[in-house]
Nanobody
Framework: QVQLVESGGGLVQAGGSLRLSCAAS????????MGWFRQAPGKERDFVAD????????YYADSVKGRFTISRDNAKNTVYLQMNSLKPEDTAVYYC??????????????????WGQGTQVTVSS
């Protein structure tokens, strides 16, 4: 069992940056593939990025490729999402997730076992 808590969301102008953190407790994050998802108002939850549990390989949604970077610090049990060149369409609640059975990257959403409560990111134009 692992508990995930996101932080770092907020209000930022278009073109700005934010770094989200996902702190895990209960079991070391090194045991899990980790991912970030987001859900905008009135829309379904979408994949953003994920990272392999062992070798750090990553995978990104086309909409964020080149702007967002996922990383992990297993010593701190934390996964990060660095978001640069933010756009109004990036506005959403961002969730981190952990997969116990997949190595990643490219873990399907159904492959995630644990989810955080989310952190709001709002990008103004």
């Amino acid at each position: 069992q692992v508990q995930l808590v996101e932080s770092g969301g907020g209000l930022v102008q278009a073109g700005g940056s934010l770094r989200l953190s996902c702190a895990a407790s209960g079991r070391p994050t090194g045991r899990y593939a980790m991912g970030w998802f987001r859900q905008a108002p009135g829309k379904e939850r979408d994949f953003v990025a994920d990272i392999n549990r062992l070798d750090g390989r990553t995978y990104y949604a086309d909409s964020v490729k080149g702007r967002f970077t996922i990383s992990r610090d297993n010593a701190k049990n934390t996964v990060y999402l660095q978001m640069n060149s933010l756009k109004p369409e990036d506005t959403a609640v961002y969730y981190c997730a952990a997969s116990n059975n997949w190595y990643g990257p490219r873990v399907p959403e159904r492959g995630y076992d644990y989810w955080g409560q989310g952190t709001q990111v709002t990008v103004s134009s």
